[in-house]
């Protein structure tokens, strides 16, 4: 089976801390993202990577950035945290194949509270 | 671009109730679709996914029918438990795009009481 593995499941920061969440999986998938869950708003996709040092916007990237220096693992990073930044944060990765059959595997999960 | 829309929650079923979860898609040429599953507090698990016109995705006593002509992919199960409490996504993955993500709905969320 697929692991996706976040760091934490919980993490408590301070407004204007640097955060860093991070995130390994284990089947070798070219293609990795980071999504926020809020209420009411669904998944939304803050950026995703499809190779090693490679990253694409996704719908909401301001205030953070990405990092990929190895192919297991995808970091985000949050510059200097905000309260509204608060929320739910996923982890997924996919292999990449050519007609787009293959499913997102998602990590347990990262609820961090920026106070 | 593509998009899903599937059923406002929540939906209230008691124990062993049919359940259907409605979903349509908007996508060009002929998309995978999905069905994710979040427990409280944990990722997403895939259910069970289709893709081709007229496959039927099923697992868990869970099924869906990938319906080109009416470009739906409702979620059913003959008899629900408390166990299946969550909530449940609707998506699709556009043809020949797989490098990229997956495109969600908001989400239905399932209570069901004993």
């Known amino acids: 089976d697929v692991k996706v593995t976040q760091s934490s499941r919980y993490l408590v920061k301070r407004t204007g801390e640097k955060v860093f969440l991070e995130c390994v999986q284990d089947?070798?998938?070219?293609?990795m993202f980071w999504y926020r869950q809020d209420p009411g708003l669904g998944l939304r996709l803050i950026y995703f990577s499809y190779d090693v040092k490679m990253k694409e916007k996704g719908d909401i990237p301001e205030g953070y950035s990405v990092s990929r220096e190895k192919k297991e693992r995808f970091s985000l990073i949050l510059e200097s945290a905000s309260t509204n930044q608060t929320s739910m944060y996923l982890c997924?990765?996919?292999?990449?194949?050519?007609?787009?059959?293959?499913?997102?595997?998602f990590g347990n999960g990262t609820r961090l509270t920026v106070t | 671009g593509d998009s899903v829309t599937q059923m406002e929650g929540p939906v209230t079923l008691s124990e062993e109730a049919f359940l259907t979860i409605n979903c349509t898609y908007t996508a060009t040429g002929y998309p995978s679709l999905f069905w994710y599953v979040q427990y409280p507090g944990e990722g997403l698990q895939l259910l069970l996914k289709?893709?081709?016109?007229?496959d039927k995705g099923s697992n868990k006593g869970f099924e869906a029918t990938y319906r080109k002509e009416t470009t739906s992919f409702h979620l059913e199960k003959g008899s629900v438990q408390v166990s299946d409490s969550a909530v449940y996504f609707c998506a699709l993955s556009g043809e020949n795009s797989g490098y990229s993500t997956l495109t969600f709905g908001k989400g239905t969320m399932l209570l069901v009481s004993p």
């Open positions: 289709a893709t081709k016109a007229d």
């Open positions: 089947m070798d998938h070219e293609n």
């Open positions: 997924a990765s996919r292999p990449t194949t050519g007609k787009g059959n293959s499913p997102l595997h």
